[in-house]
């Protein structure tokens, strides 16, 4: 039971830190659909067009070009942006280091979007670059393992995490120290993720 306990109060951790430290903007996002994908979309939206006036030549001409070439464009734009969505869950696990294949499977198999509901609420946080020496690190690490840098700070008296330029804690009022976040020595670690500022 304990052990259960624990598991949710780091998940509502990893919540919390990915709410304050993850910026999402859409351009950014849609960029890692790999670029197939996209062009896939345009095609299959340009080949609903082609069948809607061919249909349309060949067909009765009870229904006006208008229905043939918006249920075709509708058909043709909702495959597209799923093909897209599955390819966007593909390549957001495989840069959180989650097994892209299998959260793939289980997004487009798993019936009624449920798959794709787990995965968001699953998900890895983003790793991110440290601080101190610029390694990268995963954001469940309290401290680089290349330098120690304190990534995660706490008060020595409460023991509830503190921001680093925190000279107060919020929760007891201990006067926290400089001791909580050291400058490490030396910057050996070698930057990996691309900032997005």
Known sequence: MADEKQRVKEGVRL??????????????????????????????????????????????????????????AGAALFTGFILMFFGYINRDAKRRGMNSTLWTLLAIFVPYLIGVIIYFLMREPLPYNCPGCGAIVNARFNFCPVCKYNLRPSCPQCKREVRAADKYCPYCAEELTETISPPPEQKTGQPMVPSTE
């Open 15 to 72: 919540v919390r830190w990915r709410m304050a430290h993850e910026r999402f903007r859409f351009a950014d996002e849609f960029r890692i659909i790999p670029r197939w994908l996209k062009v896939l979309t345009i095609t299959l939206f340009l080949v609903g067009q082609v069948v809607a006036q061919v249909a349309y030549f060949y067909g009765s001409k009870k229904d006006p070009l208008i229905a043939y070439v918006g249920v075709a």
